[in-house]
């Protein structure tokens, strides 16, 4: 086999793993890498800045299950890609972060701009490497390293380091360039510890499945689908999983942490078995209170030890469930009519101090849900907002939703609208974000009008950090640091050649997203000042 340059190398090793954009933003120790991917036929997207890219890297790999790729320059530029990195590890998303570094020759000694990237990206990786000349000639190996521990249970971000003066060296012969590589486990099964876990299922009267993102990561929804049937068991999803059964199906019963939170713990403490399927404590928004007794079923042991599990189940989560539900006999557990009862509460613990005559924040999710196509891919930020959006956004696949309730990092909406549309151009795209969140990333809809990506993204304009600016009143403090003079979000996205509408009541939000279903490619991306009042968050949490 020819030798390649470990440039050409590393950017066909991403080609093969199906990556088609890389997220970055440009430096002089990567150009060299910038010019082999695009001789790849890989594009790259020049973010407005390397924390944004980052999460464009995330949110491709959440909407495809395809790993996803950032590049940045060396220090300020790795510095600066941090947040993006911390956020696919927490959020258990495979990522492959590569820096450029200066050339190893002076890595010792130079000290401008020269950060030590192994022991930052330490904490926030599943594993940091590094490629000089004198490891190039392993730089096969290195990559198919990378990308394996990205992808592997639970997944995450891997950053690898590469000093300037390596990318031309040659790369050494390629043992044959991988394709996509394995995501979650094999079909297999282990029990561990003690007990009969279909026995205790069995026994069970009032058992609830909490499904998370492992479950969606092994495409489990039609076994959860079938089992919650034959069972009759209502399932109970984590925000990071929402889709992996459909909201509308009659044993769907809620996302844990979100708005109406109560009416969840509540359901969770009254059952008599807690079946977790894929279900990571890392979206654990309060703190787990309950006693009932769970049944592990994971990709990974129960490591977390945030609940205690007598038994546990490892392995692909399709497969678990999909052996719980072929060998289930026994009369459904709850009758759907009790299913849709406990919705009913839920409904109306999320919609409460909804004001009349108020655009509340309830009413611009539901407005939203219902002007967008079925098969729209919703992103939203992180604040009060989300927490509404996170409950009331009716999902009905898997992956439509992208949302961050790992690291759970503000900026997030924006950057991953525009990398859901690029990498999934025939789904309709809507970002529900917050008005804070917004101001930070704001200026990456220029990328999305450059590139003729007609996203549309609602802005809960409230004037507020409203997720702290509540906590402050919690305790008594008055606001401080947490409200915000408005910004003319339409001028504002006028000007970065999107189109922009404000709005104050529910009727003239219809009205803005009347035509969401026509805005077909290559239409301007779509801001809509939603000034809302944020009233009902008060009551809500
Ligand atoms: C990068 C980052 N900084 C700070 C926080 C802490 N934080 C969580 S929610 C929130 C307020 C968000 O305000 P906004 O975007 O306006 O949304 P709202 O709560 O008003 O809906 C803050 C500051 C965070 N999660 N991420
Ligand atoms: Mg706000």
Request: glycine share 8%; with cysteine.
């Amino acid at each position: 086999m020819a030798q390649v340059s470990t440039a050409s190398l590393l950017a066909g090793y991403a080609r093969a793993a199906g990556v088609r954009h890389i997220f970055g933003y440009p430096g002089e120790s990567v150009i060299d890498f910038m010019e082999a991917s695009r001789q790849q036929g890989l594009e790259l997207v020049s973010a407005v800045r390397e924390a944004t890219a980052a999460f464009m890297a995330e949110a491709a790999a959440m909407a495809t299950g395809q790993p996803g790729v950032c590049l940045s320059t060396l220090g300020p530029g790795s510095t600066a890609l941090l947040n993006g990195v911390a956020s696919a590890t927490l959020d258990r998303v495979p990522v492959l972060a590569i820096s450029g570094q200066i050339e190893s020759s002076r890595e010792q000694v130079f000290t401008h701009q020269v950060v030590d990237h192994g022991r930052m990206f330490a904490p926030v990786t599943k594993l940091a490497l590094r490629l000089d000349p004198a490891s190039a000639s392993s730089a096969d190996a290195v990559a198919r390293k990378a990308l394996r521990t990205a992808v592997a249970e639970r997944p995450g971000a891997v950053h690898l380091t590469v000093t300037a003066d390596a990318w031309p060296a040659p790369a050494g012969d390629s043992e044959g360039l991988i394709a996509a590589p394995p995501l979650a486990a094999a079909g297999t099964v282990d029990v561990h510890a003690g007990g009969d876990p279909l026995r205790d299922l069995r026994a069970a009267r009032r058992p609830v499945i909490l499904a998370g993102a492992a479950a969606v990561r092994c495409a489990a929804g039609p076994e959860l689908a079938r089992l919650a049937e034959r069972a009759g068991i209502p399932v109970v999803v984590s925000p990071m999983a929402k889709g992996v059964l459909a909201e509308d199906h009659p044993y769907f019963a809620g996302v844990l942490d979100m708005a109406g939170h109560r009416v969840l713990w509540d359901l969770l403490s009254g059952a008599d078995l807690i079946l977790a399927a894929g279900f990571d404590p890392v979206e654990l928004i309060s703190p787990w209170s309950v006693r009932t007794p769970v049944l592990h079923a994971d990709t990974t042991p129960n490591t977390d030890q945030v609940y205690p599990s007598r038994c546990e189940l490892v392995g692909n989560v399709a497969a678990i469930v999909g052996w719980i539900a072929a060998q289930w006999s026994g009369e459904p557990r709850w009758a759907e009519a009790d299913v849709a009862a406990h919705r009913a509460r839920l409904r109306a613990a999320w919609q409460a101090g909804r004001a009349e005559g108020r655009l509340n924040p309830s009413d611009v999710v539901a407005i939203a849900r219902d002007a967008a196509p079925a098969e729209t891919i919703m992103t939203t930020d992180v604040g009060s907002h989300k927490i509404m959006a996170g409950q009331a956004w009716q999902a009905r696949r898997p992956r439509s939703v992208l949302v961050t309730n790992g690291l759970s990092a503000m900026g997030f909406g924006v950057p991953a609208a525009i990398a859901a549309r690029l990498t999934l151009p025939d789904r309709p795209v809507i970002a529900l974000v917050g008005d804070g969140g917004f101001a930070m990333t704001a200026t990456e809809l220029r990328i999305a009008a450059e590139l003729g990506l007609p996203v549309t993204v609602i802005v809960f304009a409230d004037g507020s950090l409203n997720r702290i600016e509540l906590r402050q009143q919690l305790m008594g403090y008055p606001a401080a640091g947490t409200r915000m003079g408005a910004t003319d979000l339409p001028a504002l996205a006028e000007a970065m050649g999107c189109d922009g509408v404000r709005v104050d009541t529910p009727a003239a939000l219809e009205k803005a997203l009347s035509d969401l279903d026509g805005r077909s490619a290559g239409a301007r991306p779509l801001v809509v000042e939603a000034r809302i009042d944020p009233a009902q968050y008060e009551v809500q949490f």
